[in-house]
């Protein structure tokens, strides 16, 4: 059974900065992409920044230049460091990742909620 853990979520003013982690647990051959999405109140999931397993890293424009998307493959754990949050980052932050098992399924943990106030 595979699981994905987030953690690091909480509530920070305009400006400040937090950390996700989201940690991947199970009977894991390999993974292959991990990425962040998010959710806001009333809004749909939208890719935040994901992260191939070479390292190549692809991030939405709302939030180039403030958050950075790294990963311990050793670790099998995803992280996001947000810096100058703004009020509109703030919603429920899900961890994705494409893990090989017996195949390739993509798996979601729960979500760790972020909010930004102003």
């Known amino acids: 059974q595979v699981q994905l853990v987030e953690s690091g979520g909480g509530l920070v003013q305009a400006g400040g900065s937090l950390r996700l982690s989201c940690a991947a647990s199970?009977?894991?051959?390999?993974?292959?992409?991990m990425g962040w999405y998010r959710q806001a109140p009333g809004g749909q999931r939208e890719l935040v920044a994901s992260?191939?397993?070479?390292?190549?890293?692809n991030y939405a424009d709302s939030v180039k230049g403030r958050f950075t998307v790294s990963r311990d493959n050793a670790k099998n754990t995803l992280y996001l460091q947000m810096n100058s949050l703004k009020p509109e980052d703030t919603a429920v932050y899900y961890c994705?990742?494409?893990?090989?098992?017996?195949?390739?399924?993509?798996?979601w943990g729960k979500g760790t909620l972020v909010t930004v106030s102003s």
């Open positions: 199970g009977s894991i051959f390999s993974i292959n992409t």
């Open positions: 994705n990742a494409k893990i090989v098992t017996v195949r390739v399924m993509n798996y």
């Open positions: 992260i191939t397993k070479d390292d190549s890293t």
